[in-house]
């Protein structure tokens, strides 16, 4: 077998391997798994090109394991048999009404969790999955079957639907605040300034008020949004409100609003999924997020239709 690439394969990879070759089947073992017929067959690809060689004969009947997959399998269903002796391995859900639902850290916590109640129990019963991750993942390969993300537009290979805008303005703890006080937009810039993943919010801002902003030594930056709000309640700073995923912590008064002008962020929320047809259970929670979002129902429909 030659897979001299360091690269470690996925264990949904392999999830998708063995049960393909007790199925003997790739769309029985899609079906066994929740995931499409396409999804498993990339994943059996993968691990041929991962290996150097062929698993699976495929026929008109479905597929057998040639004689090097029926080693792999069997190794691989010895691994299987040992993780599950550990009783406290966690277990994922799986079902026709378990979702995979992908997200970055900030929306998952700010946004998602705070309806997740609603989200799995209106009006009938779903489970989801939620994987928090900041990477871009191919949802197909990585069986997943929405993701809620920020973004300036639409990624090749998924299907997206814009859920909404946000028109940011700055916030600062309490204590800050007051020395802060009232008046134009420069005086902002004499206490640091805390930015995201990038200086853009805080540019799109500072143009709004027909000013120019770059980074200075003194302001900070931090690539998840929850420290960004964690610095600004710590008086850090001032940082820009993200309606809605700052709606709870204005209210607390962890956080206050310094400046009353508002500017559009560049960046938005999108929605996502694999191409091809989505599951039944996928395309209910896209309109119950899409519903809690306040898209319009053709622009969801359309998502939910389109494969371009």
């Known amino acids: 077998m030659d897979h001299s690439s360091e690269q470690i394969l996925p264990l949904e990879t392999l999830r998708a391997f063995d049960a393909a070759a007790r199925t003997g089947s790739f769309s029985a073992a899609a079906e066994k798994l929740n995931l499409t017929h396409g999804a498993v067959s990339r994943q059996i690809a993968k691990l041929e090109d991962w290996l150097g060689l062929k698993v699976f004969e495929r026929n008109a009947r479905g597929v057998t394991l040639t004689i090097e997959g029926n080693r792999l399998h069997l190794r691989t269903a010895e691994a299987f048999a040992l993780i599950s002796v550990n009783s406290d391995r966690w277990v994922e859900p799986r079902g026709t009404a378990v979702v995979r639902l992908a997200s970055i850290p900030s929306v998952s916590g ?7 109640a609603a989200l799995e129990n209106e009006p009938t019963r779903l489970r989801i999955v939620l994987d928090v991750d900041n990477r871009q993942a191919d949802l197909a390969d990585e069986g997943i079957d929405l993701s809620v993300r920020c973004g300036r537009g639409r990624i090749p290979g998924r299907v997206s639907v814009q859920l909404f805008e946000e028109h940011i303005f700055p916030i600062a703890s ?8 009232r008046g134009d937009p420069a005086r902002l810039l004499k206490f640091p300034l805390i930015n995201d993943s990038d200086a853009s919010a805080w ?3 500072f143009a709004a008020q027909d000013m120019d902003y770059r980074p200075r030594p003194q302001d ?3 690539e998840d949004y929850n420290l960004v709000l964690d610095a600004a309640a710590h008086g850090l700073g001032i940082a820009l409100a993200r309606p809605p995923l700052t709606k ?3 209210k607390s008064g962890r956080i206050v609003a310094v400046d009353e002008r508002v500017a559009l962020n560049p960046v938005s929320y999108w929605m996502d999924r694999p191409v091809g047809r989505p599951r039944a259970a996928a395309a209910d929670l896209a309109r119950r997020i899409a519903e809690q979002a306040g898209l319009a129902p053709e622009k969801l429909e359309a ?3 389109d494969d371009v």
């Open 303 to 305: 998502f939910l239709q």
């Open 203 to 205: 540019r799109a801002w």
């Open 248 to 250: 709870d912590q204005l």
């Open 220 to 222: 900070r930056r931090f």
């Open 110 to 116: 700010l946004w998602l969790m705070p309806r997740m």
């Open 174 to 181: 309490p204590e800050l605040a007051k020395e802060i006080g």
